[in-house]
Nanobody
Framework: QAQLLESGGGLVRSGASLNLSCRGS????????MGWFRQAPGREREFLAA????????TYADSIEGRFTVSRDTGNNVVYLQMNDPKPEDAAVYYC???????????????????????WGQGTQVTVSS
């Protein structure tokens, strides 16, 4: 059974750091483009970052570029989101996603409105204290 399982969420102080992980199983996620989204209460799900299957190409949303870094360990089917200098407005449920139809750019699915084709994790809560 295909599964994406996020971990690493919790309470973090503003200005500190937090590292989220997402482990894929049940599919060949090592060949999929993957990425991170978040959703705060009352808001739409927001794209944050994407990484190609080889890890050589990354894409970031303006809201987190320069503070968050996406990376992956392809051999172990794990994708990471390193959150540096989080702010209270970064509090949300963070979701991992994978695109079976692309090994290069998950962000394309965002641009064409094809989020429904992505595999999703259950999410991990991040709370930022000021």
């Amino acid at each position: 059974q295909a599964q994406l399982l996020e971990s690493g969420g919790g309470l973090v102080r503003s200005g500190a750091s937090l590292n989220l992980s997402c482990r894929g199983s049940g599919r060949t996620y090592s060949t999929y483009a993957m990425g991170w989204f978040r959703q705060a209460p009352g808001r739409e799900r927001e794209f944050l970052a994407a990484i190609s299957s080889t890890g050589t190409m990354t894409t970031y949303a303006d809201s987190i570029e320069g503070r968050f870094t996406v990376s992956r360990d392809t051999g172990n089917n794990v994708v990471y989101l390193q959150m540096n200098d989080p702010k209270p407005e970064d509090a949300a449920v963070y979701y991992c996603a994978a695109d079976a139809e692309s090994h290069i750019d998950l962000a394309r699915a965002v641009r064409i409105g094809a989020l429904g084709r992505l595999d999703w994790g259950q999410g991990t809560q991040v709370t930022v204290s000021s």
